[in-house]
């Protein structure tokens, strides 16, 4: 099977986009981005055994590749509109392909987001994905506009995805593997934000470890309260406290948002989070200085062992 | 060493361009597309041991990685500028990481190209770019406009790199591994060519298997003379008359253009390429049916053992 094959099989299954002048099928794609908009360009990779467990479903992989794109997106307040894909497959399995894009097209017709080109190879399993939205110009959600003094917000629940990393060889209870296997992009309520908010990422190495990034580009830093950090039902029925806090704070490919507002803008963030159909937290507040510091319920500092996961740790 | 310090090391090497309003650092960046043009994309992804071989330098890896995409762009007539960059690397190595960016960059700003992001994680050898440019509305050049008795032209010499390749084991001379190492991207010829030629696309995958691309999407025959595809002196040095004819004809890994024009355009073709500083040859003619026939100097069909590179072939 050569690749031109594989590129067809891929094409038959695009929707249309009106902006798409010409899609898969030629050296480049052709794209007309909206009159008084910003391009908002991100790309992230998923290797086996790396980002994904081995074995991992076909179409949990499809997903999940456009899913963590899509969150970067997200945490920029960007509407997704476009995405390539460069996959490399150790052989040209087609029922693995048809699985991959199952997942991958299930997620993108979601969000209205068209697959414009890319390329298949013969490589180690390798799913490479770049995603292109737009923003309006100075209503983009960066990371350093926090100031001093503000309050810090978290989308959906934390831990669960590293749970279900942990737990994978027990297996997992459904609920967490499902957070690890197919995390939902927080789109909506990034674009909601836009504009609210003052400063967000989306917390994909660790919470900790994303704030501080925060932190880093604002020039604040953070008391986090670690009893406000929310949990799922199905985390807190399957770890203990002790360790149910660990993965909260920092254990990564959670794809929730954490970002920053103004104290007097809590109820416009909660109004942005109703309509988003999407749950937030607040888990502290900016503060002077440059570090991250949580604390227990009784106020003393608390760390994990492992203060969020790095890509070559 | 953690991802963001190789990001770091990387974003401190990038040049600034007045349309990136934000670049490395973010969870995206912001780009501004001029108005009045269209947005062009492609990605192409090379991997260790199937696009280049074991133990190429690093510097080659990075020129050779942002050269394929940009031929890409040379290939729609678009002008390059910016690109993202996912690298996978089975280890953290810095002078590795340099030395791929001394290449990557090195060809980046002779096309005053910004990366603009991307990211860096662990894996087998990879590199994924994905290329944007622009290109004024229905300028274009796309592989399906050729019309029936146009001439079909090639950009500069054929062959060199798939004899580099055969030849790797015993040594090949320096003048074709440079071919395959740090192909040139026409990128000036593209765009001196958008709203002359009538299609085009770029020699990856060896002329006749391009070429029939070109057929395929024009609806439109291929009648090409054997003895008019032009060889470098290297390459006639190299090898026998037979080999060199196949690996001009089947070879790959050229990234020169071909296209097509009518007959009466050949002058401004050739005031074209006069002005990117490259040489251009009539190879051929297009011609009713579907087919690409090739004939040598008697006028006798002819084809190579080969016909054509096949990621999964």
Same mark, same amino acid.
């Given at each position: 099977?050569?690749?031109?094959?594989?590129?067809?099989?891929?094409?038959?299954?695009?929707?249309?986009?009106?902006?798409?002048?010409?899609?898969?099928?030629?050296?480049?794609?052709?794209?007309?981005?909206?009159?008084?908009?910003?391009?908002?360009?991100?790309?992230?990779?998923?290797?086996?055994?790396?980002?994904?467990?081995?074995?991992?479903?076909?179409?949990?992989?499809?997903?999940?590749?456009?899913?963590?794109?899509?969150?970067?997106?997200?945490?920029?307040?960007?509407?997704?509109?476009?995405?390539?894909?460069?996959?490399?497959?150790?052989?040209?399995?087609?029922?693995?392909?048809?699985?991959?894009?199952?997942?991958?097209?299930?997620?993108?017709?979601?969000?209205?987001?068209?697959?414009?080109?890319?390329?298949?190879?013969?490589?180690?399993?390798?799913?490479?994905?770049?995603?292109?939205?737009?923003?309006?110009? =100075?209503? /983009?959600?960066? *990371?350093? #506009?926090?100031? %001093? !003094?503000?309050?810090?917000? +978290?989308?959906?629940?934390? $831990?669960?995805?590293?749970?279900?990393?942990?737990?994978?060889?027990?297996?997992?209870?459904?609920?967490?593997?499902?957070?690890?296997?197919?995390?939902?992009?927080?789109?909506?309520?990034?674009?909601?934000?836009?504009?609210?908010?003052?400063?967000?990422?989306?917390?994909?190495?660790?919470?900790?470890?994303?704030?501080?990034?925060?932190?880093?580009?604002?020039?604040?830093?953070?008391?986090?309260?670690?009893?406000?950090?929310?949990?799922?039902?199905?985390?807190?029925?399957?770890?203990?406290?002790?360790?149910?806090?660990?993965?909260?704070?920092?254990?990564?490919?959670?794809?929730?948002?954490?970002?920053?507002?103004?104290?007097?803008?809590?109820?416009?963030?909660?109004?942005?989070?109703?309509?988003? =159909?999407? /749950?937030?937290? *607040?888990? #502290?507040?900016? %503060? !002077?200085?440059?570090?991250? +510091?949580?604390?227990?319920? $009784?106020?003393?500092?608390?760390?994990?062992?492992?203060?969020?996961?790095?890509?070559?740790?």
């Amino acid at each position: 099977m050569a690749e031109f094959d594989l590129i067809d099989r891929i094409r038959r299954r695009i929707p249309a986009r009106a902006d798409v002048a010409l899609g898969i099928g030629d050296d480049a794609a052709l794209l007309q981005v909206p009159a008084g908009r910003q391009l908002v360009v991100c790309a992230d990779t998923l290797n086996e055994g790396i980002h994904f467990p081995a074995g991992t479903a076909a179409a949990d992989i499809g997903w999940k590749a456009l899913a963590v794109n899509l969150s970067d997106l997200a945490a920029m307040g960007a509407e997704p509109a476009w995405c390539t894909l460069s996959l490399s497959l150790p052989a040209p399995d087609v029922a693995w392909l048809d699985a991959f894009l199952d997942g991958f097209l299930e997620l993108a017709a979601l969000h209205r987001v068209a697959l414009v080109g890319g390329d298949t190879t013969r490589g180690p399993l390798s799913v490479s994905v770049t995603a292109h939205g737009f923003v309006e110009p =100075g209503r /983009a959600l960066l *990371r350093g #506009g926090a100031g %001093v !003094g503000e309050d810090i917000w +978290v989308s959906g629940t934390l $831990g669960d995805a590293a749970a279900a990393l942990a737990l994978l060889e027990q297996g997992a209870p459904d609920a967490l593997r499902q957070r690890l296997d197919r995390p939902t992009p927080r789109v909506e309520l990034g674009r909601a934000l836009a504009g609210i908010a003052t400063a967000a990422v989306d917390v994909s190495d660790g919470l900790l470890a994303d704030l501080a990034h925060v932190c880093r580009a604002s020039g604040v830093g953070a008391e986090v309260e670690l009893d406000r950090l929310p949990a799922s039902a199905a985390l807190r029925d399957a770890v203990g406290p002790e360790q149910r806090r660990a993965f909260q704070a920092a254990g990564g490919d959670d794809y929730e948002l954490c970002f920053t507002a103004p104290v007097e803008r809590a109820r416009r963030i909660e109004g942005a989070a109703a309509v988003s =159909g999407v /749950a937030v937290a *607040r888990i #502290g507040r900016t %503060v !002077g200085g440059s570090h991250v +510091v949580m604390r227990d319920g $009784g106020g003393r500092p608390w760390a994990p062992d492992k203060t969020g996961y790095e890509h070559f740790g």
